[in-house]
């Protein structure tokens, strides 16, 4: 059971480039999301998902876009990478129970320490 | 809007104190969820605990205990005994029971445990 799988984990790009963070899960998760971490902010949530089909933005969308085709796969794009796109980047993932009672435990890939020159 | 709060940044002790790090929160839901994250310095988030908002039982686990307080918002986790392999930043993280469920996270507290 492999849990959350990031690659690559780590990766250099030159300002405008474009590359996608692959993150896959093997537990049956519903429930997918990216965060990025940044020095003394804690993460902030990119985009999420809820389910194959379905994806919405989080906190900071911008530059970024996501899909879900399967459940296992939740890739995370950078279109046109900038620096202030450098950063560590999680994906994480979680049943999706509905109601009250949801467990949202959110379990969380090795990250992908990304630099934009 | 959601908000957590861990004004400790940096917090260090020797082997073998007690230390008590800092979560205070800010929500306007009824139902909501807790967490503590622990992130060693391989870079991997290590969950920990989670507690629900109807659910105000500390809990222990080990040389860990959480205190849960609704009345003061805050969620405070002490490690009892402290160990070199303690040292890690710790996540406190707030979550909504439906919808996005995203998780608002603290800035982090950084412990170092000297032995």
């Known amino acids: 059971n492999a849990g959350v799988t990031q690659t690559p984990k780590f990766q250099v790009l030159k300002t405008g480039q474009s590359m996608t963070l692959q993150c896959a899960q093997d537990?049956?998760?519903?429930?997918m999301s990216w965060y990025r971490q940044d020095p003394g902010m804690g993460l902030r949530l990119i985009h999420y998902s809820v389910g194959a089909g379905i994806t919405d933005q989080g906190e900071v969308p911008n530059g970024y876009n996501v899909s879900r085709s399967t459940t296992e796969d939740f890739p995370l794009r950078l279109l046109s990478a900038a620096p202030s796109q450098t950063s560590v980047y999680f994906c994480?993932?979680?049943?999706?129970?509905?109601?009250?009672?949801?467990?949202?435990?959110?379990?969380f890939g090795a990250g992908t320490r990304l630099s934009v020159l | 809007a959601q908000k957590v709060t861990q004004a400790q940044t940096e917090i260090s002790v020797v082997e073998k104190e007690d230390v008590t790090l800092d979560c205070v929160y800010e929500?306007?839901?009824?139902?909501?969820?807790l967490f503590w994250y622990k992130q060693p310095p391989s870079g991997e988030l290590v969950f920990l605990i989670r507690r629900n908002s109807f659910d105000e039982q500390n809990e222990i686990s080990g040389r860990y205990s959480w205190n849960f307080q609704k009345s003061t918002s805050s969620f405070n986790f002490t490690i009892t005994a402290s160990q070199v392999v303690d040292s890690a930043v710790y996540f406190c993280?707030?979550?909504?029971?439906?919808?996005?469920?995203?998780?608002?996270f603290g800035s982090g507290t950084r412990l170092q445990v000297q032995p």
């Open positions: 537990m049956n998760h519903e429930y």
């Open positions: 994480a993932s979680s049943y999706s129970i509905r109601g009250a009672l949801a467990k949202n435990i959110q379990y």
């Open positions: 929500t306007r839901d009824t139902t909501y969820y």
């Open positions: 993280a707030l979550s909504e029971a439906t919808g996005r469920r995203a998780l608002t």
